[in-house]
């Protein structure tokens, strides 16, 4: 690899690249972290948010999404589903903490203070404002290659 090929690929990651792999890695680990509290121990919670269901839900939504950010298929769309999915994160957190939970429960029996994922989740909300996709920093994927990515990506969620 020469030089030139080098300064290419440093031109093409930008902010908002780095933001949308750390938010891949927060949302996989938190998956994983929820998925291992499942397998291993029952679910004490009564309401509705606490409940098993909605519980293995936010597992399968947390890992196709964590997915879907770092295949960064249509950075546009991608964007505006993580403000969305950071901002409803933001509104738990926020209501679990004006509850008086002790844990926001959002990284399975790891404890962490709600109002720390409020302020987690608005950082991450105030990075993805601040740092938008380009128009087209990487050639679009090719129509099969991405209905292939899509199908990989729904099949490991229900494995």
Do not use: H
Request: aromatic share 10%.
């Amino acid at each position: 690899m020469s030089c030139g090929s080098r300064g290419e690929i440093a031109r093409r990651i930008t902010g908002y690249d780095v933001i949308r792999i750390a938010l891949a890695i927060l949302l996989l680990t938190a998956a994983g972290l929820k998925a291992y509290q499942l397998a291993t121990e029952p679910v004490t919670g009564s309401g509705f948010l606490d409940s098993r269901r909605v519980l293995i839900v936010a597992v399968e939504l947390e890992l196709l999404f964590g997915l879907w950010l770092v295949a960064n298929v249509w950075p546009k769309r991608t964007w505006a589903a993580a403000l969305g999915c950071f901002g409803l994160f933001a509104c738990v957190s926020l209501y679990r903490a004006l509850l008086g939970y002790s844990s926001c429960g959002c990284f399975g029996r790891i404890s962490v203070n709600p109002w720390y994922t409020v302020g987690l989740d608005c950082a991450a909300l105030a990075a993805l404002l601040r740092f938008r996709p380009r128009e087209a920093v990487l050639p679009d994927l090719p129509r099969r290659l991405r209905q292939r990515t899509i199908l990989i990506a729904v099949g490991l969620v229900w494995m």
